[in-house]
């Protein structure tokens, strides 16, 4: 086990800051929006929170960090339209009691902090990962991570409906976890001033008692491959489905061994964005796990916003992952993991 986390460093404060107000302005759009009775197909309330979390974060970024650059998933391109017009009125009204004084225009100029490229020191955000289990009051989290020189250096996840107890998944006021390059993996309830606990990944190693997650949208992965993967290793245990980078966070704290993203049949050349890895990926490495892409490859950071040179992903707690690529470049028939 590693050392105590300074929560103190100035990044470290600003990012758990971040993400707290993040999640206070999603559950005060929420508290006026009834999202819980909108559907799939209505994408713009979480299109909504979506710019109005990167707006408020791209804000506070810029003040603490003037120098500092933001590679977010949106952009204010989408405002400009009539409809987006409207969005943009709400954001900035919901933004207000927030930040004194706000303007649609800033709103856009703070938004579009986050459309930079990557450079040698920057941050990257998903201000709402895993939508769909936003919307359907399931698992979703904000993902924040600074990455210097192509080395992930701190990550944090908020993960609203994610308890931090044990085996448990949901429940509780929500989590809040940080990982720090070489001071491991820390998590705590996500308004609470206790102080953080340590996370460490399961000592599960046979792979027929292994817990497996999978994503709840079958698009983002090769579902048949999956369960004939699963056949193949024998697993017998009922996989957890769950939206967003809160798998990383069970990983993590021991309640799952491991997931994997193949290649979807339809889009075998998908590449993950920097947003989607970059936070959990450090939180379950800090916490002793392994995070590869589908050959074992160790993931590229530098490659820009996506995750260009590697090929799926694999996340396991370490104890089995060399087996698992192995496995899973088996059951792959064709030439790629796809
Ligand atoms: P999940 O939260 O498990 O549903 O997975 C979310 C991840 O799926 C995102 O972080 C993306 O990297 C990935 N993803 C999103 N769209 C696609 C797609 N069309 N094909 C494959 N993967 C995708
Ligand atoms: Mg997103």
Redesign the pocket.
Known sequence: MKQAIDITTPETQFGIFAIQEAIRLIKHIQSQMDIGHMTKKDESPVTLCDLAVQALIGYHLRKEFPEDVLVAEESSSILTSSEGAETLKKITKFISPFISDVNSKQVCEWIDYGTASPAKRFWTLDPI??TKGFLRGDQYAVALALICENEVQLGLLGCPNLTTQGDELRGGEGSIVVAQKGNGAWIRPLNSETSFEQLQVSSHADTAQLRILR???A??TNSEKTNLFLKHLGIKSEPIYM??QA?YVVVAKGAGDLFF?LL?KK?PD?R??IW?VAPGAIVVEEAGGTVTDLKGGTIDYGAGKTIANNPGLLVTNGQFHAEIVEALNQVSSSRSLS
């Open positions: 990962d895993g994503s709840v949208e698009s983002h939206d967003s798998k993203y979807p889009n998908y993950m964005k989607d």
